[in-house]
DNA sequence: TAGGCCATCTGGTCCT
DNA sequence: AGGACCAGATGGCCTA
């Protein structure tokens, strides 16, 4: 990662994901993210992840090497969703006026960088099953900024959790009664905190849409449950 | 129809 | 030299 990339995420954070703190940090990640009309599950493929997939469908693809001028799909996409290279001439390198040989290059190339973003694609997707959020075939997925920022969210009220648990556990090791119902080390955002999956936590997302008064953010439009 | 999200292509840069 | 990584550009799909 870069330091403009890094900037960028801690610049995420200190806006976007207060707003996801209050909004579903609240709830506790339990919330529900209703999407009636979209369809659910893994993106629609391209003519060009089609050809792919019908190959091979995940990206464990990328351990069966294939030739370039064939597993990149080129001759069955749509040049409409193909990228600005092949359409404009801006860098006077169309890529069927190039040798034979330049073409070939460049289309493994694509291939490779298609794998590549295949497998960060299959990464995300396994970051969102770990992700305590409404999994259910009726729910759109979550994007790939709701996710990172999501499980980064998720990590830090584990964190603090753990370091609840442990100072409550110290706590009745000296024989006293508690008598805070909410240790305030829950409360991780400056409210009162639920832990995941508790019943505050199950919720139903018409709750916690309500009960934010923050400025919507395009994160959470996901959230079609609301009133 | 505008905006969000995404897949893909591409050239550049860095690393091994 | 080849591969990985990155960011910009482009266009499609979907939803409000």
Same mark, same amino acid.
């Given at each position: 990662?870069?330091?403009?990339?890094?900037?960028?995420?801690?610049?995420?954070?200190?806006?976007?994901?207060?707003?996801?703190?209050?909004?579903?940090?609240?709830?506790?990640?339990?919330?529900?993210? *209703?999407?009636?009309?979209? +369809?659910?599950?893994?993106?629609?493929?391209?003519?060009?992840?089609?050809?792919? +997939?019908?190959?091979?469908?995940?990206?464990?693809?990328?351990?069966?090497?294939? %030739?370039?001028?064939?597993?990149? *799909?080129? =001759?069955?996409?749509?040049?409409?969703?193909?990228?600005?290279?092949? =359409?404009?001439?801006?860098?006077?390198?169309?890529?069927?006026?190039?040798?034979?040989?330049?073409?070939?290059?460049?289309?493994?190339?694509?291939?490779?960088?298609?794998?590549?973003?295949?497998?960060?694609? =299959?990464?995300?997707?396994?970051?969102?099953? @770990?992700?305590?959020?409404?999994?259910?075939?009726?729910?759109?997925?979550?994007?790939?900024? &709701?996710?990172?920022?999501?499980?980064?969210?998720?990590?830090?009220? !584990?964190? !603090?959790?753990?370091?609840?648990?442990?100072?409550? @556990? &110290?706590?009745?090791?000296?024989?006293?009664?508690?008598?805070?119902?909410?240790? %305030?080390?829950?409360?991780?955002? *400056?409210?009162?905190? @639920?832990?995941?999956?508790?019943?505050? &936590?199950? &919720?139903?997302?018409?709750?916690?849409?309500?009960?934010?008064?923050?400025?919507?953010?395009?994160?959470?439009?996901?959230?079609?449950?609301?009133?």
């Amino acid at each position: 990662m870069n330091v403009g990339e890094e900037n960028l995420l801690k610049s995420i954070s200190n806006d976007t994901l207060l707003d996801l703190t209050q909004r579903y940090g609240q709830s506790s990640f339990g919330f529900g993210a *209703g999407h009636g009309a979209g +369809s659910p599950g893994r993106y629609p493929l391209t003519p060009a992840a089609d050809f792919l +997939s019908g190959q091979t469908t995940k990206s464990n693809e990328s351990g069966g090497e294939q %030739t370039s001028e064939d597993d990149d *799909g080129f =001759d069955h996409m749509d040049s409409r969703k193909r990228g600005s290279g092949f =359409d404009d001439d801006k860098h006077g390198t169309t890529l069927a006026k190039k040798p034979k040989e330049q073409r070939s290059l460049r289309l493994s190339i694509n291939a490779r960088e298609r794998r590549r973003m295949h497998d960060l694609n =299959d990464a995300l997707d396994g970051l969102r099953a @770990v992700i305590p959020y409404a999994h259910s075939p009726s729910v759109r997925k979550l994007s790939k900024i &709701a996710t990172l920022l999501l499980a980064k969210n998720y990590i830090l009220m !584990q964190a !603090q959790a753990l370091e609840e648990m442990r100072r409550l @556990v &110290a706590y009745l090791n000296q024989g006293q009664t508690i008598t805070s119902p909410i240790p %305030t080390a829950l409360a991780p955002f *400056g409210q009162t905190a @639920v832990y995941p999956f508790s019943s505050t &936590a199950l &919720a139903s997302c018409a709750e916690k849409c309500t009960s934010y008064s923050g400025t919507p953010s395009s994160l959470f439009k996901h959230c079609n449950d609301k009133p």
